[in-house]
């Protein structure tokens, strides 16, 4: 039998903890991917939110004049 942890052993290994590295970049690739889509869904929401107000500011200006 051979020992446990010996070189024979070291292939698999390693190439089970690459796949495991590569399945974590896939998941932190997805989460970066979805936070970018939300941070710009929520610029989208706050700049159409601004131009709201700014369209009300001056609708109101020129009601006074």
Sequence with gaps: PL??????????LLQLREEQQQLE???RRDQLR?????????ALEAQQAQLKRL???SERYWEQL
């Design 25 to 27: 970049l896939g998941r």
């Design 55 to 57: 369209r009300q500011t």
């Design 34 to 42: 979805e936070a970018q889509q939300r941070l710009q869904e929520v």
């Design 3 to 12: 020992p446990s942890g010996g070189v024979e052993g070291a292939g698999p």
